[in-house]
Structure formats: C-alpha cells, structure tokens
C-alpha cells in the first residue's frame, strides 16, 4: 500500500539552531515528490518539487534532498517565522493523484 | 498572484442539512482536487477532476457526500445529509497536468471550516 510517514511529529528548535525533517515514501510509482508548509488557518503553500533521487532544491534557509526512500527538508539557521507545519506528499504514477504525509509541526523559538 | 479561491470561509450546521461548499481554481488549471483535513487524518483525498471530468472520488463517502465541476471556474463539494463527524476543513487546490510534461504543484485555496453540531 503506497504510504507517506514525516518525522518527529513535532520539533522545537531555538532559533538558529540547524536541523532536518524527514518524509519516508513507499509507493508503487513516484511522479514526484513535494513539499508545502502551512500557517494555522490556511491552506498548504508550495515550497518545492523533486522528481528523481540525488536530487537537491534550495529557498532561503531551506533546502530539499531526495532519494530513493526519503526526503529531507534541512533547515539552516531557523527563524521564528519559519514555524508552521511542513508536509510532504508523493504524486502517484498510477493515478496521478496526490497524497500527503502527516506533517511535522515545526516552532522556531527566539 | 493568482489564487484558489473557496467559499464560504466558516459554516456552523446542524446535523441533517445539506452543505455546499464552492472553490473557484486558478484560471487555466485543467485539474481539480478535494482535500479534508482534521488533526486525527491529516489531509485525507476526496475527489479530483481532469478537465472537469472526476478521475477518482473513491475517498468520499459517496452515501451524502457528491463533487461536480459544472464549468472550468467553478467545483463544487455538497453533503447531504451533513453529519459531526464531517466536522473538518474542506481545502480545494488545482493544478496543470500536461501530456509528456513534468507535473506542476498544486496551489491550495484557504479551505472552508465546516462544524456540524
């Protein structure tokens, strides 16, 4: 059954305390793999896309790898307003459609 | 910056009426999807639409729960009879599929908070 599990559910960081979120994928056919954040009452905001292992996407102090297994979303340098909930999902190639990960609740404290 | 637009923002219903909820995706997106989120799911897939056309809605319970795309500018999100346990935020997103083309990220709207009591 194609799945997509983040971790830690939640992360408190000190501000300017480096770290990285994990996204593991097991899915029948990958088309893609994408990562949005989200600020409490709004919708998901696109960050990135990656398409094939070995490859690296950056913004600002954020940068996104992607192998053949997982995903990681490293933050360098936090800042409180990089809090928010990230999440990733995969969009299948059987079907096309897009499911998503559980989030990581990321605070940034000053 | 071009934007999915939903509405209404807010609904507060009593259990048994019917809920509608609209989205309005960016213009030129040929397709269409339909997401709840509550804390316990997570974002949970609904339904999605190509070309107004619904390619999956095996998420929805499909007993009161119906999506329809009557033009390109307009989807729509009906339950009827609305239950608590629909209590969540509804969020519809598009994007652009092309033939042989890399896929574009989808761009969310704001969703609709719908609270049955």
């Known amino acids: 059954e194609d799945q997509v599990t983040q971790s830690p559910e939640a992360l408190r960081l000190q501000e300017g305390e480096s770290s990285s979120l994990n996204c593991s994928y097991t899915?029948?056919?990958?088309?893609?793999l994408f990562w949005y954040r989200q600020d409490p009452g709004k919708g998901p905001e696109f960050l990135f896309t990656l398409y094939s292992a070995g490859e690296e996407k950056e913004k600002e102090r954020l940068k996104a790898t992607l192998t053949k297994k997982e995903s990681f979303l490293h933050i360098t340098a936090p800042k409180p307003e990089d809090s928010a909930t990230y999440l990733c999902?995969?969009?299948?190639?059987?079907?096309?459609?897009?499911?998503f990960g559980a989030g990581t609740r990321l605070t940034v404290k000053p | 910056d071009a934007r999915v637009t939903q509405t209404p923002r807010h609904k507060v219903t009593e259990m048994g009426q019917e809920v509608t909820m609209r989205c309005q995706p960016i213009l030129g997106h040929n397709t269409v999807f339909w997401y709840r989120q509550t804390m316990m799911q997570g974002l949970e897939l609904l339904a999605y639409?190509?070309?107004?056309?619904?390619?999956?809605d095996s998420g929805m319970p499909k007993d009161r729960f119906s999506a329809e795309m009557p033009d390109a500018t307009l989807a729509t999100l009906k339950i009827q009879p609305s239950e608590p346990r629909d209590s969540a935020v509804y969020f519809c997103a598009s994007g652009l599929v092309l033939m042989g083309r890399p896929n574009s990220p989808l761009h969310f709207g704001n969703g609709t908070r719908l609270t049955v009591t």
């Open positions: 899915v029948s056919g990958l088309r893609g």
């Open positions: 999902a995969v969009r299948l190639r059987n079907n096309n459609d897009m499911r």
């Open positions: 639409f190509r070309n107004r056309a619904p390619l999956d």
